[in-house]
């Protein structure tokens, strides 16, 4: 073999190295990007549990939250204020995850569901209240998002289903379907 051979062969072999690091590269960004939109998720997920938790282990903090989500005005100054706290971060964790949907992190899928849950969140009158009245900014696409809730005039399912299972004996609205 002479030397030109061998230089052509040295060519093609390091053209082929470069594809198959190429190949490899593209298959780990992949998986990081897999890994990175399920480490997302997670991230949002414990946003959530976060105030789940806390309804869960301060029971006065829960009636207070209960009572503010369907006469605000009941509550006293301090209450209010409280009560206007924990939507805004409920509303905020809805907002990341309305972001990371936007950005592919989220699959539209798992963000339509939560878009859901936003709507079933601005059936209450004190959440719609404490929207309107929101003390932080929300940025303009979020914003704009729970106008389309708000005005898409949403009512769950099974209107009343909630109330009937805290409360039972209530009579479930089927006068609102």
Request: charged share 20%; with cysteine.
């Amino acid at each position: 073999m002479d030397l030109g051979r061998l230089a052509d062969l040295g060519e093609f072999l390091g053209g082929l190295g470069v594809i198959v690091s190429l190949v490899y590269l593209a298959v780990q960004v992949r998986e990081s990007s897999s890994s990175q939109r399920s480490e997302n998720y997670a991230r949002s997920l414990e946003r959530m549990a976060s105030m789940q938790q806390l309804f869960a282990r301060d029971e006065m903090f829960t009636k207070l939250f209960n009572q503010g989500l369907v006469a605000p005005e009941q509550l006293s100054v301090t209450d209010r204020i409280r009560f206007t706290w924990a939507i805004t971060e409920l509303l905020g964790n809805l907002e990341y995850m309305f972001f990371q949907a936007r950005q592919g992190s989220i699959p539209l899928e798992l963000w339509a569901r939560w878009e859901v849950t936003l709507k079933w969140w601005l059936t209450f009158p004190g959440v719609r209240a404490t929207w309107h009245a929101r003390p932080t900014p929300f940025t303009p696409a979020f914003t704009k998002c729970v106008e389309q809730c708000i005005a898409s005039g949403y009512q769950p399912e099974t209107p009343g289903a909630w109330e009937a299972y805290l409360f039972p004996g209530t009579q479930i609205r089927e006068d609102l379907g």
